[in-house]
């Protein structure tokens, strides 16, 4: 074991920050077509289904984030969002917290409306 210098101050190693990622699963109900691949294919079983055979998100907090429901869904029903992009798209409720939401209405992608003139 090397001997310190006589004043030589310990170095403890860095601590690291204990965070709460936050992750939102939305799942566009228009566009879904119930297949279940979603569910099928979450290899953190995050997905169950309700009584019409709509995905929804049943355990968020075991989410990888592999995202295998974002790209194998066949509708492009499912869109995983995380951190910063999680926290803009949940809008006041962005507490650090984990999320979930089944979407009433398609995400809106670039905040325009192309029937207005």
Not at 43 to 68: H, I, K, N, W
Not at 77 to 103: D, H, I, N, P, Y
Request: overall charge negative; aromatic content about 2%; hydrophobic content about 35%.
């Amino acid at each position: 074991m090397p001997e310190r210098e006589a004043g030589a101050a310990a170095v403890s190693p860095p601590r690291r920050r204990s965070r709460r990622r936050t992750v939102r699963i939305l799942v566009d109900r228009d566009l879904c077509k119930l297949c279940g691949i979603c569910v099928k294919l979450c290899p953190a079983d995050v997905f169950d289904t309700d009584e019409s055979g709509r995905p929804m998100v049943a355990r968020l907090d075991q989410c990888t984030t592999c995202l295998f429901c974002e790209r194998h869904c066949p509708d492009f029903a499912v869109e995983v969002l995380e951190g910063r992009a999680a926290q803009a798209s949940a809008g006041s409720t962005a507490t650090g917290g984990a999320v979930a939401e089944a979407a009433a209405e398609p995400p809106v992608l670039c905040g325009c409306d192309e029937d207005e003139p």
